[in-house]
């Protein structure tokens, strides 16, 4: 996992993958809040974002999330979104497998998981099989807008 500010990335350029880089300035031309929801190309399906809008929710009714071929960068726009975060753990128990038709599979609850909280401007990376729990709230439950860039495997040289 790696964290940053959008604000940071001209700093941090020398100390991060290339293609994170390459997603990060893109965004950062972007007039984010006001793009509609959908999904937005940068290099086909090895290299694209997404703009969500969802329901933070409480501890209780997130799952633990990961992914095979994709790298995500989870970018909150409007609110704070907290995220669980753990080391990958291979013999995990899935609860649901969609790993070959959407590159996704949700998991128990990890062990040794810890949750950090993201504020709009803000960024985590998450490389594939790193588990994360992403959307859920820092209290009030409400409305989260957010971007999540989807990087490839191979383009990170995994």
Known sequence: ????????????????????????????QQDLASLA?????????????????????PLEASRSEAHRKYADIQIPLNTRERYGVSLPQPSLTTTEDHLESRDVAYYIAPANEYFMDLDPGSYAVFLPEELHRPC?????????????????????GL
């Not at 790696?2 to 390459?22: E, F, M, N, W």
């Not at 709230?137 to 957010?146: I, S």
Request: glycine residues 8%; contains cysteine.
């Open 1 to 28: 996992m790696i964290t940053g500010y959008l604000s940071d990335v001209s700093k941090q350029k020398t100390l991060l993958p290339a293609a994170v880089v390459r997603a990060l300035e893109i965004l950062q």
């Open 37 to 57: 929801v959908g999904r937005y190309e940068i290099d086909g399906d090895k290299l694209f974002y997404m703009v969500q809008e969802t329901i933070l929710r």
């Open 136 to 156: 859920m709230t820092c209290g009030e439950v409400g409305a989260l807008r957010k971007v999540v860039v989807k990087i490839h495997h191979s383009l990170l």
